[in-house]
DNA sequence: TATATTTAAGACAATTAAGTCTTTAATTAA
DNA sequence: TTAATTAAAGACTTAATTGTCTTAAATATA
């Protein structure tokens, strides 16, 4: 799998936050009941993004998370390293440590282009540009429920 | 992550097999000591492989594994594949079950030639084609002790 | 001030992945 | 035929991830 659990609750939940386009803070329950996420996990997800300040929280009545900054200033790339890591795009992909230039694995040259070419296009899409999408193709972001 | 465990260890093991050219099998033993992977654990992944038909095993006194066809015949698709199995090249980056072009999610448009390219390096890369390289430019596939 | 609302934090449980160990079956060779 | 060698199979343990629950802290409002 490339992307953990946490961090696919984790983009999913944030750009249906970036698609309110609210002025205050959204409750992190609205966005579980919402998305289907459950709300405890979704809240430590949450906490990782506040902690890595992509996004701002508020506790108390009206309190919730909103967004730390514009949303064309945060990228799928910010999401993911700051749940998952930046394992994906630094680690050699046969696990060996301390492959590189000096002593590679047999993927290491194949490799390189190819994960550059995804950390491209985890910092092309910002939380705007896919919030745009959203809207323009009618995009989505739930499970179906039949 | 990109690659479980099991299948990084599986690469490697298959590959340092390929490389020792040898005509009959080879034990399981004497490859997990040489890449310091566990032996049973090992053993585990290489009957995934073996019942994958990508590997032979033969038992008893001088028994092992050797490969079930030529070495420019085995992708890394296909020992990716046969251990996590098909998902990383079927399933939606968002694991949003249903996604596809009648409902896509956010990333599939971006996702889909990513995920063909990641694809198409997985099939290009063939036994023979990585020990070659091993040979050549004196790659790795061990961990280093220091 | 008291109560309700909301996130933070951490304990705990369930599930999956990773790793170990033991027994069985197949095969060779003495 | 007996003993040694080797993979197969499955039980078991450990660790990591995922998910749940409870309590604490912060804040607003009545």
Redesign the pocket.
């Known amino acids: 799998?490339l992307?953990?659990?946490?961090?696919?609750?984790g983009i999913r939940a944030t750009l249906y936050l970036t698609s309110l386009k609210q002025e205050g803070?959204?409750?992190?329950?609205?966005?579980s009941d919402e998305l289907d996420?459950?709300?405890?996990?979704l809240?430590?997800i949450?906490?990782k993004l506040?902690?890595a300040d992509l996004?701002q929280?508020?506790?108390?009545?009206?309190?919730?998370?909103a967004l730390a900054r514009p949303a064309d200033q945060i990228t799928l790339l910010d999401l993911v390293t700051a749940i998952?890591g930046p394992a994906l795009f630094t680690e050699c992909v046969l696990g060996l440590p301390g492959c590189g230039e000096r002593k590679p694995c047999p993927l290491h040259e194949a490799w390189g282009p190819e994960r550059d070419n995804l950390k491209a296009l985890f910092e092309n899409a910002t939380l705007a540009s896919m919030a745009a999408d959203l809207e323009t193709f009618d995009l989505r972001l739930k499970i179906l429920h039949l």
Request: proline share 3%.
């Open positions: 799998m992307l953990s659990k946490s961090t696919e609750y803070y959204v409750s992190i329950r609205d966005i996420i459950s709300f405890h996990f809240t430590k949450f906490q506040t902690q996004l929280s508020f506790r108390g009545p009206r309190g919730g998370v998952d």
